[in-house]
T-cell receptor, first 116, second 110 residues
Framework: EADIYQTPRYLVIGTGKKITLECSQT?????MYWYQQDPGMELHLIHY???????EKGDLSSESTVSRIRTEHFPLTLESARPSHTSQYLC???????????????FGSGTQLSVL | GQSLEQPSEVTAVEGAIVQINCTYQ??????LSWYQQHDGGAPTFLSY????GLEETGRFSSFLSRSDSYGYLLLQELQMKDSASYFC???????????FGTGTKLQVIP
């Protein structure tokens, strides 16, 4: 099983603050993803990356940014948090290849963000 | 883009069989995957169909029909611990992004 870590697990902050959600994986996976999910709802892709120095925006319009300077690290930054950003943020990774292994996403435990 | 629709809720009895459907509209994808997510937890991978037909993994089976733009997850011998949300997902052939379906909350009752 892949090991993928997200910190912090919970975060409560005030409006206007800059925050960075951390995501790291130890399996050398090329592909990494950020999803936003409200309770009981579907996962919305906000950013993804094929590898180092490659990032793309997902389907959900987001005011966040990401970077991929190292294979194992894919942080997400909100320059100015707002109450509408309150949600769970899930990071995932997968191998680059063909077939089943390429399709299997491994998820971190998530960061529950509350913006007051 | 990709659009995957699932029933929002399904209830089934312990020990029974339940089918969770996924209908999709897509411009091209590699295959259909299924994930399980318990309340408060992260999604975990269950199965993947690259080709049409049935894939079996223990109590779980998954089916894909590209001609019908349709797939399903079949859970047999339901257990209380199977109560969770289930999501289908596809990886876009062009942009490589992975899109998830609307999700189905399964409740298993005694």
């Amino acid at each position: 099983e892949a090991d993928i870590y997200q910190t912090p697990r919970y975060l409560v902050i005030g409006t206007g603050k800059k925050i960075t959600l951390e995501c790291s994986q130890t399996m050398g996976h090329d592909k990494m993803y950020w999803y936003q999910q409200d309770p009981g709802m579907e996962l919305h892709l906000i950013h993804y990356s094929y590898g180092v120095n490659s990032t793309e925006k997902g389907d959900l319009s987001s005011e966040s940014t990401v970077s991929r300077i190292r294979t194992e690290h894919f942080p997400l930054t909100l320059e100015s948090a707002r109450p509408s950003h309150t949600s769970q943020y899930l990071c995932a990774s997968s191998e680059r290849g063909k077939g089943r292994n390429d399709e299997k996403l491994f998820f971190g435990s998530g960061t529950q963000l509350s913006v007051l | 883009g990709q659009s995957l629709e699932q029933p929002s809720e399904v209830t089934a009895v312990e020990g029974a069989i339940v089918q969770i459907n996924c209908t999709y509209q897509t411009s091209g994808f590699y295959g259909l995957s299924w994930y399980q997510q318990h309340d408060g937890g992260a999604p975990t991978f269950l199965s993947y169909n690259a080709l049409d037909g049935l894939e079996e993994t223990g109590r779980f089976s998954s089916f894909l029909s590209r001609s019908d733009s349709y797939g399903y997850l079949l859970l047999q011998e339901l257990q209380m611990k199977d109560s969770a949300s289930y999501f289908c997902a596809v990886r876009d052939r062009g942009y490589q992004k992975v899109t998830f379906g609307t999700g189905t909350k399964l409740q298993v009752i005694p």
